[in-house]
């Protein structure tokens, strides 16, 4: 299930250039304003996502900025696990991800209501739905695994 992910070719670092590894993408660097790859390996990914590498080229390129080979690789947007109100956790459904209005930052589940790599408003399907958890504001959740959909 779920929507076919589009692949984007982008740069890495050798040793993370591996299939399957996440990577949460930061932005640049000043260091990076004037390098000839900034197109491909800075301003095709969107900052505070997730990533995940599907395809490692045999290609290379040294980055003047860093001063190493960066790996060419196929990247696609990851799937995010979170937390979300049970009424809403329906295999297959597209949702639009809501943060919560809590301020409870030590609770256990704080990662999984405020996920990294998605923002409150993201249009995402429910590609799996994975148990209950408990909240402190007594609030129903169940951790789901989302994927954002492009519109």
Not at 45 to 66: H, M, N, Q, S
Not at 121 to 142: K, T, W, Y
């Amino acid at each position: 299930m779920g929507r076919e992910r589009r692949h984007i070719i982008t740069l890495i670092g050798p040793g993370q250039a591996k299939l399957g590894m996440r990577f949460l993408h930061k932005g640049g660097t000043p260091k990076c304003e004037d390098c000839q790859y900034r197109r491909v390996c800075i301003e095709n990914l969107e900052p505070g996502r997730i990533y995940k590498i599907v395809g490692v080229r045999e290609k290379t390129l040294f980055c003047d900025a860093y001063g190493m080979e960066m790996v060419v690789v196929e990247v696609s947007e990851s799937e995010v696990e979170a937390a979300i109100p049970s009424g809403s956790a329906i295999e297959g459904a597209i949702i639009s991800f809501k943060t919560p209005e809590c301020m409870e930052d030590d609770c256990e589940n704080y990662r999984l209501c405020f996920p990294e790599g998605l923002k409150n408003g993201d249009r995402s399907q429910i590609l799996e739905v994975d148990g209950s958890l408990r909240c402190r504001l007594g609030i129903p959740l169940r951790r789901v695994r989302l994927l954002r959909v492009r519109s």
